[in-house]
């Protein structure tokens, strides 16, 4: 199928367009620059010219295609919660140019919007108002128009080569400029975890089965690997002191990243393995610490 793919040029999206050619499908690839537009051409795909601003240009993609996967956002954390609306209105827009056909809608989520006692499961819905459960709301809400919609939703850490922007980079970051690595409270929350090329697949299995419109999927390899673990490493790897702080000391070292360090997000995938005959083989946050994100300072 000829498949539509905002953000393709990302992190993930690399990753899911390479997934998607290398098992006979198409790709329409949403291009905001020239640049973005070469890198699709050079990997096979077709580039559409527009960003997630561009609503019209959204609508014909959809339009153009016979699925859609929308892995775009736009990461302006000072406008973080006008971002989340805007995504909202992504998804509508989107859903607009399907309603009416039998096309799959995969919309991307994560975990980290949920938080409870026990593990997370793929039929969990958040009461959170955090800002980012815009996605997900509209996603119900195009689903219930009679939309073909699944939602994706991602680990915290989506790890692998090229990442430089993700959750453990910016550990690193930190350790590197504060001398520390640090925990919040001795670190024994959790955080999902998933592999970009295990996550890709995810996105591709999903586009080729038929699922119930509403569906949960959760793109977890790993369902939850202690913070304390991850700082250990980097502390061994930067040759720096382990240190636990306490929530105010937190807010001092952290910043904006705070919330994300304490995050405790113990998250299931077995539901969504059984679906999909999903089984994540790629490398695990650990190894990929040891021989992809700390290598330089063997």
Not at 200 to 211: C, G, H
Request: aromatic share 6%; glycine share 8%.
């Amino acid at each position: 199928m000829k498949v539509f793919v905002t953000g393709a040029t990302g992190f993930v999206g690399t990753a899911v367009v390479q997934e998607l050619l290398a098992n006979g499908h198409e790709v329409l690839g949403l291009a905001r620059s020239e640049e973005s537009a070469n890198k699709l051409i050079a990997a096979g795909a077709e580039a559409h010219r527009g960003d997630l601003n561009d609503f019209e240009s959204l609508k014909a993609g959809a339009e153009a295609s016979d699925a859609v996967i929308h892995l775009g956002f736009v990461h302006d954390f000072t406008r973080f919660a006008e971002m989340c609306e805007l995504d909202g209105k992504v998804i509508e827009t989107i859903g607009e140019a399907l309603l009416g056909t039998d096309k799959p809608f995969l919309i991307t989520s994560g975990t980290a919007l949920f938080s409870k006692d026990g593990i997370i499961v793929e039929t969990d819905r958040s009461v959170n108002p955090h800002p980012r459960i815009a996605t997900e709301n509209a996603a119900d809400a195009v689903a219930a128009k009679g939309v073909k919609v699944a939602v994706v939703r991602l680990s915290p850490s989506v790890h692998g080569k090229g990442d430089i922007i993700g959750f453990v980079p910016t550990l690193i970051r930190l350790a590197k400029e504060t001398g520390k690595s640090a925990v919040i409270n001795h670190g024994n929350n959790v955080w999902p975890a998933v592999h970009r090329l295990d996550a890709a697949k995810l996105y591709r299995l999903a586009l080729e089965k038929t699922f119930e419109s509403g569906t949960r999927y959760h793109a977890v390899g790993e369902q939850g690997i202690p913070l304390k673990d991850i700082a250990t490493e980097i502390a061994e790897r930067l040759d720096v002191p382990l240190v636990s702080l306490t929530d105010k000391e937190a807010a001092e070292h952290f910043g904006w990243f705070t919330h994300f360090a304490k995050l405790n997000n113990l998250t299931s995938s077995e539901v969504t393995k059984a679906a999909l005959g999903w089984n994540p083989e790629h490398p695990t946050l650990l190894d990929d610490m040891e021989n992809i994100y700390l290598s330089e300072y063997k």
